[in-house]
């Protein structure tokens, strides 16, 4: 093992000003939930449950943080591993999702110092949860994961959220958009009384309204960054999403997210009116699915260095929703319902661009098409992770899809969004250097097509 290569270490190059400031949310998150454990106040941990259950929770006074979240952080900053191998020496396979194996093995260590953060955790670490939020949405590990921390955790208790996801043609039969929301809406207010009897208090449901219309306001900002993204040249790419994400997605109730935002769109807003690009030589415009590799963000400022490469659009489901018409929430004034459609809205939206492709599924492929030729790409930079069999099983298909029904080729770069070791950067360098080739072909045959980019 002495003459293996060490791995490279680049740091990612932000191109907005905004995206440096966007890791005070991160540091935001950790310290208050440490800061209300030492206080004696409730903290959770939650999965991403696309502002399903967060809300409810942050209402009734609970501190969360996001192991995800963190699973990124600590291969960010290179400190995954150690966990990784204590997951793996307590049984749990390399092929688990790498953010269920960072997270157990931070809690198996946790529990071994009699639960308290050990002092060299990243980001100082997580605290003892009081309750775990749990998401049937997505992936069986996700909530499988939060079970199997009861080993370490003193039967803790968990609280699974789940999200009806019918095919996409199914989703436009008569009724089934309705009883979708009113099985959501009754499962939160079982939710609710779980949340009650755990914590001894009941849900202000005024301050719950308040959270929900911060969440509305964020989330449309967002999402008007994203139309903002579709000027060519780019002037915001993948690098700097992955930063600004944070807010939206874990803290879109919280009043400085909403600022932030609205820095954000300021910024990106006079980019776009001065024609300046995000990155300074952009000759292909790429979309990316669909984690990405946490531990080497440089790869992809190295890729806009050697090829021209901009990252224009990222992974359906870590973006803000669409936003919801107008006449379906007007008149609705239960916090609980526009909870529900908002997190209903995210899972659904792209149904009638599956049911126009002739694709399924809805959620996690049909985005890609209609990014296509929003963003006017040339090309899929897919990325099939190690250990995630969602983020992974559609993206062969998503490609060769995008090939055949609109002329968009992909190139697939195996990796993992935690485990650094089975991410080899000069394959994937090789591999996108021969794909360059591939998408002026195909800008080629768009163009005898007659199609519009």
């Known amino acids: 093992m002495g003459n293996e290569k060490k791995k490279k270490t680049r740091k990612s190059g932000k191109t907005l000003e905004t995206a440096r400031e966007a890791g005070y949310f991160a540091k935001k998150m950790l310290t208050s939930a440490l800061k209300a454990t030492e206080e004696g106040r409730p903290t959770g ?44 020496s307590e049984g749990f396979p390399a092929t688990l999702c790498g953010y269920a194996r960072n997270c157990i093995g931070y809690t198996k260590m946790l529990a071994d110092n009699d639960f308290v953060p050990l002092a060299d955790a990243p980001g100082g670490g997580l605290a003892k949860p009081v309750f775990l939020l749990s998401s049937g949405c997505a992936c069986d590990a996700r909530y499988k994961w939060f079970q199997a921390l009861g080993r370490y955790l003193d039967n803790t208790p968990v609280w699974t959220l789940d999200i009806p996801q019918t095919g996409a043609n199914e989703f436009f039969l008569k009724g089934n958009k309705e009883a979708g929301l009113k099985f959501m809406v009754l499962h939160l207010k079982e939710y ?60 879109p109730d919280d009043p400085e997210a909403y600022e932030f935002y609205q820095r954000v769109y300021a910024e990106v807003k006079n980019k776009v009116d001065n024609k300046i690009g995000a990155i300074p030589n952009e000759k292909y415009r ?34 803000a929703n669409l936003p919801i018409p107008e006449e379906e929430i007007q008149g609705v004034t239960d ?12 899972w659904t939206e792209y149904n009638g661009v599956a049911r126009k492709y002739e694709v399924e599924p809805g959620f996690f492929m049909a985005a890609y098409f209609q990014y296509a030729e929003d963003y006017k790409v040339d090309g899929l930079f897919a990325h099939p992770l190690m250990s995630c069999r969602p983020a992974t099983y559609t993206l062969l298909h998503t490609r060769n899809m995008l090939e055949e029904k609109i002329k968009i080729p992909g190139v697939v770069i195996d990796g993992d969004i935690i485990d650094l070791r089975v991410f080899n950067e000069e394959e994937a360098f090789s591999k996108v250097e021969a794909f360059v080739e591939t998408m002026d072909h195909y800008r080629d045959l768009r163009k005898e097509a007659g199609m519009a980019w």
């Open 286 to 319: 790429m979309m990316f699915s669909e984690l990405p590799p946490w531990h080497s963000l440089g790869f992809f400022d190295e890729l806009a260095e050697r090829f021209g490469i901009a990252i224009v659009i990222e992974s359906w489901n870590y973006h």
């Open 45 to 88: 941990w939650s999965m991403v449950t696309w502002w399903q259950g967060e809300l409810i929770a942050k209402a009734m006074g609970v501190e969360l943080v996001f192991p995800e979240n963190y699973g990124a952080f600590c291969a960010a900053v290179r400190k995954a591993e150690p966990h990784l191998e204590v997951a793996e």
């Open 335 to 346: 916090p609980i319902e526009l909870i529900a459609r908002l997190s209903y809205q995210k």
């Open 192 to 251: 609710v009384s779980f949340l009650e009897n755990l914590l001894k208090k009941k849900l202000d449901y005024d301050k719950l309204s308040e959270m929900v219309d911060m969440t509305y306001k964020t989330l449309r900002l967002a999402y008007e960054v994203d139309v903002l993204r579709r000027a060519v040249p780019s002037p915001m790419v993948g690098t700097d999403f992955w930063s600004i994400m944070i807010p939206h997605l874990y803290l």
